[in-house]
């Protein structure tokens, strides 16, 4: 079992950047696959990045390419989410996420059976 738990969001202007990070508690940490998803108001639940247990192989959604890094620590039991040049179509509540039953990179919400609790990041014009 994998407890997260998210840090990091605020109010940021645009052009500006942000890391958050998410600890995670439990065995199978080491071994998971850790993603990042964001929810804006009225919109569904979006992948934005994923990183594979070894932390060797990243994806992420088109928008953030080039913006966004995800990595992990594994001794430390976080993973993080460089956020640059942010934009006000950034803002979402974002959450972390953990796939402790397969070694895929997934990309949809199906895919991860734990999940943090969110932290609001917004960008202002």
Known sequence: QVQLVESGGGLVQAGGSLRLSCAASGRSFS??????F???PGKEREFV?????????????DSVKGRFTISRD?????V???MNSLKPEDTA?????????????????THY?????????TVSS
Request: positive net charge; hydrophobic residues 35%; glycine residues 8%.
């Open 93 to 109: 509540v974002y959450y972390c996420a953990a796939d402790s039953r397969d070694y895929r990179m997934g990309f949809l919400i």
């Open 31 to 36: 071994r998971s696959t850790m993603a990042w």
């Open 49 to 61: 990045a994923v990183i594979i247990w070894s932390g060797s192989s990243t994806r992420y959604t």
């Open 113 to 121: 059976d734990y999940w943090g609790q969110g932290t609001q990041v």
């Open 38 to 40: 964001r929810q804006a």
């Open 80 to 82: 993080s989410l460089q």
């Open 74 to 78: 594994n001794a430390k039991s976080t």
